[in-house]
């Protein structure tokens, strides 16, 4: 396990106190914590090097142009991606699929064709493929779920089958906590000739990614829940289907040329950032991947693997309580339910005992109408936790549970 109270000390949100009690931060799968080097990256980058990028010719322009793209290549690094240029600064997971959308898509999908889904995924890997869809009048095809919390590998091929443009899927569910076979299933979606679009939101923070060995075409991915800021990310990208794609934004940077009446394109990454990128953003998520290299990432994944198998056998033992996901292949993400005491209740309660979960639909409906419930409670793990929060969150679940008499 990862030394906690030491960790603990380098967050200096996690000194706050909430109604009396110490915080207990159990929703990083929404948004981890900061620590101070990533903090202090962005006042040093704002204190010392701030102009706007690619576009001065004097030293102080250079120096941040310099630190923007010393983040890309640590990004590249970080996701083995296949070059630097296949790391395209985006706001986070949502705005990466939304460009896949907005440029592969609407160049490469037409009327009659389908794209594919799944019942597990976030809203931000469905609503943009059904507003293309809609678009272009093709179909899109949502894959069900097992009764475990896994994609249906049955119903997955007989998408395949109608030989699909486009497979986008989660590498680990917010909701079910599953780690999905990312590899399998992209490697089943190129042999019916499909791009491959793998939603990483939920992996990059907690696991060691490897987008080559994925061999995914598109990958995407947030900052914010990996200790870097609100508003940082990434897609990251095969080249050659960059290099092919349309430009997303137009604006400044992304140029080449331009005409009275038309334009020609800048280089991959940069026809795809348009306008004043967000250097702070780009600066603090290259200090956030330096913070996790430095623990290991297999330390990170094995750490936050243990508490949520803790926190599971823990809750379990609690009459009433249903852990939904697999009991295996699975991130530090536990949803459940307590009885019929709404989720929000529960949230509420446990805010009094300083326990900060999430409770919701978790951006997940379409998953939600599959598992028969409106919303679950959920804790989600980071490498600050440990399992004291997990005692804490168990026993202020079942204090919540004698104050609405659960179970009846
Ligand atoms: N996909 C998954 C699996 C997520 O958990 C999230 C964040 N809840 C997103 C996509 C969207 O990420 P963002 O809001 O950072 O764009």
Not at 21 to 28: A, Q, T
């Amino acid at each position: 396990m990862l030394e906690t109270q030491k960790l603990r000390r380098d967050f200096p949100i996690l000194e706050r106190q909430e109604n009396g009690k110490r915080l207990v931060y159990l929703d990083n799968a929404a948004t981890s914590q900061k620590p101070r080097k990533v903090l202090e990256a962005i006042e040093h980058y704002y204190r010392c090097h701030n102009a706007n990028v690619h576009r001065g010719a004097y030293g102080l322009a250079v120096e941040a142009t310099d630190a923007y793209e010393a983040a890309r290549t640590t990004v590249a690094r970080f996701v083995n991606a296949w070059t630097r240029e296949a790391v395209v600064f985006t706001r986070g997971t949502t705005e990466s699929i939304n460009l896949v959308a907005g440029s592969w898509g609407r160049a490469n999908v037409q009327r009659g064709d389908s794209v594919v889904v799944t019942a597990m995924d976030h809203h931000s890997n469905i609503v943009p493929w059904q507003i293309l869809c809609q678009e272009k009048g093709a179909k899109l095809r949502m894959v069900e779920i097992t009764a475990d919390g896994r994609i249906d590998l049955a119903d997955y091929g007989k998408a395949l089958d109608a030989k699909p443009k486009l497979v986008a899927f989660p590498y680990v569910s917010n909701s079910l906590g599953t780690v999905n076979p990312a590899a399998q299933l992209s490697k089943l979606a190129h042999a019916a000739g499909a791009v491959t679009v793998v939603d990483g939101a939920q992996s990059t923070p907690h696991l060691r990614v490897d987008v080559q060995a994925l061999d995914c075409d598109f990958y995407a991915f947030s900052g914010h829940k990996m200790l870097a800021p609100m508003g940082s990310g990434a897609l990251v990208a095969k080249p050659a289907l960059l290099d092919a794609m349309p430009p997303y934004h137009g604006g400044g940077e992304m140029i080449e040329r331009v005409w009275d009446d038309r334009s020609t394109w800048n280089k991959v990454p940069h026809k795809f950032e348009g306008g004043t990128p967000n250097v702070e953003a780009a600066v603090g998520l290259e200090a956030a991947i330096a913070y996790l290299e430095h623990l290991g990432m297999d330390r990170v994944a094995e750490h936050e693997q243990e508490l949520a198998r803790v926190a599971i056998e823990r809750l379990s033992q609690i009459e009433g309580v249903t852990i939904y996901g697999p009991r295996d292949h699975r991130a530090g993400v536990v949803p459940f339910t307590y009885g019929d005491v709404h989720p929000h209740d529960l949230a509420t309660i446990l805010d009094r005992d300083g326990v900060c979960i999430r409770a919701g639909h978790h951006c997940t409906q379409p998953l939600m109408r599959r598992l028969g419930v409106a919303a679950t409670a959920r804790a989600s793990f980071y490498i600050y936790n440990d399992v004291d929060d997990v005692d804490v969150l168990v026993s202020a679940v079942r204090k919540a549970g004698e104050l609405f008499g659960v179970p009846a």
